[in-house]
């Protein structure tokens, strides 16, 4: 297999440490914003990005290069991060919940301050949006959009067919434009320019 | 094509569709759709609102970790470490001890189901000693071994019977206890 990383794992699956060193630089960064994504929280998402290390750490011994590193990596953030959120069930932390019922502002973003503090609004918006959907819903879209999977990819990391990540997707991108409708209706170019 | 099969085709055609650009079929479904779109008013407000969301989701920008990140990862990973290595002594005094242990968990009268020595994770150890009734459980922690090398060399002793079904249980209980 033409992947980078799946030989790194081999060499870390054989002893070399320093394989795995690397393979967690490379990751890193990606793995804390998809479980932020997933989780809703930075402080959260962070603790689950390390288990998340540690879980690869402790695959070296059964691993088998039988798909992109990508998707065997991402398959175990996704088991954590669902097997998390069905522990904290409706305790979950949410984003500011109430940014999103509050109505959009009259836009009349003048100053630089102003659209930052739009840019902020929105996202928090869209944080909320996120977290709303449903957990497979939200890991289909957050691993197609965020993190540019095939959707091969991302069948094999949420272990579901393709067929079932494009009905996914679609319920995903269905209920965000249902959750966001007044934002994208007043969106005349307001996005583009924040 | 239906407004829904046209929005979940343009939905599906926006992340591409690389699979199965080989596929006859895929490439059709999305330029119905599109031809669909330019004649269906809804369908086209669908179209503009879809583009609106992906300029809303690009605001969300990936943010790297905070500080003390990496400090508190390899913190955790030295901790791991040490304790897959004491896993890994009690592994290894598990793989001498089942011959003796399971017979003499046999011949003292305690169910013949002495924990096997496993090589899987430490959920598995768990799952493996959660398993062990607690009369059992009291002999695994009298051989708590490396703690306790005498019982570890008397086992030795024990493997080394040729004809441990002809011991007497006493005698066993003996063996055993007067290592305590
Ligand atoms: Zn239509």
């Known amino acids: 297999m033409d992947d980078p990383d799946v030989a790194l794992m081999l060499a870390f699956s054989k002893g070399q440490e320093e394989a795995f060193v690397e393979l967690y630089n490379r990751h890193r960064d990606r793995i804390v914003s998809y479980t932020r994504r997933m989780l809703g929280n930075q402080a959260q998402a962070e603790e689950a990005a390390q288990d998340v290390f540690l879980k690869l750490y402790r695959a070296r011994e059964t691993y088998a290069p039988r798909s992109r590193f990508s998707t065997f990596l991402y398959r175990i953030a996704t088991n954590h991060c669902l097997n998390l959120n069905a522990r904290v069930e409706r305790k979950l932390v949410r984003p500011d919940v109430e940014a999103a019922n509050r109505p959009a502002p009259e836009r009349a ?69 249902r959750e966001l409708e007044p934002e994208l209706r007043n969106d005349r170019g307001v996005l583009h320019a924040v | 094509m239906r407004c829904e099969d046209a929005r979940a085709a343009l939905d599906t055609s926006r992340y591409g569709d690389t699979d199965r650009a080989g596929e006859p079929g895929a490439k059709p479904a999305v330029e119905q759709a599109r031809a669909h779109v330019e004649g269906c008013t809804e369908c086209e407000a669908f179209a503009e609102r879809a583009a609106a969301l992906d300029r809303m989701l690009a605001l969300d920008e990936p943010q790297p970790p905070g500080p003390g990140f990496d400090t508190r990862f390899f913190a955790r990973l030295e901790e791991e470490r040490q304790s897959r290595k004491r896993r890994g002594l009690w592994r290894w005094t598990w793989a001498l001890v089942p011959a003796g242990v399971a017979a003499a968990v046999a011949l003292v009268g305690l169910p013949a189901r002495a924990p096997t020595p496993t090589d899987g994770a430490a959920q598995g150890e768990h799952a493996v000693l959660a398993e062990i009734p607690p009369e059992d459980m009291a002999l695994v922690m009298e051989l708590e071994l490396l703690e306790d090398l005498p019982v570890l060399e008397r086992l030795e002793e024990v493997e080394a019977f040729e004809l441990l079904e002809t011991i007497e249980a006493e005698e066993l209980e003996a063996i055993l206890g007067e290592a305590e």
């Open chain 1, 109 to 177: 973003a003048g100053t630089r301050q102003d659209a930052e503090l739009e840019r902020k609004r929105l996202r928090e918006t869209l944080n909320t949006a996120l977290a709303s959907l449903p957990e497979r819903q939200r890991a289909a879209l957050l691993l197609v959009h965020y993190e540019g999977m095939s959707y091969r990819e991302a069948a094999g990391a949420i272990e579901v067919s393709e067929s079932a990540i494009k009905s996914l997707i679609h319920r995903a991108r269905s209920a965000m434009m």
